[in-house]
């Protein structure tokens, strides 16, 4: 849905998480809620990916996608979903993004990525990835096994996203409304073993989904026969 004009005039950090949420679940949404504590973010949007650049094709159309999305976070006044990947006929690339959302918003309000530890590692690889800091703060969400909060990564970074790193950890999600883009922070969150993979083989088979994503999402997969037939 499109942002209303509230939203355009607000100042406080606004979290952005992308994805291909073939389908989304209970793992997308608690990260989303977690960073949006944690940083003190006004808003979470969340963006599915019309034509994901670094995977094979989704098991569901882009509409259905969008769908399940909105279906995920209604009732829920701090999250909104970006529709501009989907409606793009360009591959779904974080920058393209972060540039029409700075063309929306403005060169002034903080804009957070979230990402887990594991994509953030491979930003080297993501388009255009070393702009992304002109662009927007970083939330690295912490899964067992990586750096606790507020400590680098030990080892863990290639040594070109070192380099772009340094002197830009931060441990004071406060520090992210002082400018709009250029940190990185990690968070905490709790670990959540669901993807969307399993749901889709779960679906397939014929076994229970529920309780792995929000019940509108199930219905909405049901009603329309998605992934039935995914491989």
Same mark, same amino acid.
């Given at each position: 849905?499109?942002?209303?004009?509230?939203?355009?005039?607000?100042?406080?950090?606004?979290?952005?998480?992308?994805?291909?949420?073939?389908?989304?679940?209970?793992?997308h949404l608690r990260l989303a809620e977690e960073a949006r504590g944690a940083l003190? !973010?006004?808003?979470? #949007? /969340?963006?599915? =990916? %019309?034509? *994901?650049?670094?995977?094979?094709?989704? +098991?569901?159309?882009?509409?259905?996608? !969008?769908?399940?999305? #909105? /279906?995920?976070? =209604? %009732?829920? *006044?701090?999250?909104?979903?970006?529709? +501009?990947?989907?409606?793009?006929?360009?591959?779904?690339?974080?920058? /393209?993004?972060?540039?029409?959302?700075?063309?929306?918003?403005?060169?002034?309000?903080?804009?957070?990525?979230?990402?887990?530890?594991?994509?953030?590692?491979?930003?080297?690889?993501?388009?255009?990835?070393?702009?992304?800091?002109?662009?927007?703060?970083?939330?690295?969400?912490?899964?067992?096994?990586?750096?606790?909060?507020?400590?680098?990564?030990?080892?863990?970074?290639?040594?070109?996203?070192?380099?772009?790193?340094?002197?830009?950890?931060?441990?004071?999600?406060?520090?992210?409304?002082?400018?709009?883009?250029?940190?990185?922070?990690?968070?905490?969150?709790?670990?959540?073993?669901?993807?969307?993979?399993?749901?889709?083989?779960?679906?397939?088979?014929?076994?229970?989904?529920?309780?792995?994503?929000?019940?509108?999402?199930?219905?909405?997969?049901?009603?329309?026969?998605?992934?039935?037939?995914?491989?």
């Amino acid at each position: 849905m499109s942002s209303s004009g509230a939203e355009q005039h607000a100042t406080g950090p606004l979290g952005l998480l992308g994805g291909t949420f073939d389908p989304i679940h209970l793992g997308h949404l608690r990260l989303a809620e977690e960073a949006r504590g944690a940083l003190g !973010l006004d808003r979470v #949007r /969340l963006i599915p =990916a %019309g034509q *994901p650049p670094h995977r094979g094709e989704p +098991g569901s159309t882009p509409d259905d996608r !969008l769908h399940m999305a #909105r /279906l995920a976070i =209604a %009732g829920n *006044p701090h999250f909104e979903v970006d529709d +501009g990947e989907v409606r793009s006929p360009r591959k779904s690339y974080t920058v /393209l993004t972060l540039e029409r959302l700075r063309a929306e918003l403005g060169p002034t309000r903080p804009l957070v990525l979230i990402l887990g530890a594991d994509a953030f590692e491979g930003l080297p690889g993501w388009h255009r990835w070393q702009e992304l800091f002109d662009l927007a703060h970083f939330a690295v969400a912490n899964r067992p096994g990586y750096a606790p909060h507020g400590r680098r990564w030990p080892g863990t970074l290639s040594p070109a996203l070192d380099q772009a790193c340094r002197d830009r950890q931060i441990s004071d999600p406060a520090l992210l409304r002082t400018c709009s883009s250029g940190y990185v922070i990690p968070f905490d969150m709790t670990p959540l073993a669901i993807s969307a993979s399993l749901i889709r083989d779960l679906v397939r088979t014929g076994a229970s989904s529920r309780y792995l994503l929000p019940d509108s999402v199930l219905d909405y997969i049901g009603l329309h026969h998605l992934y039935e037939n995914h491989e």
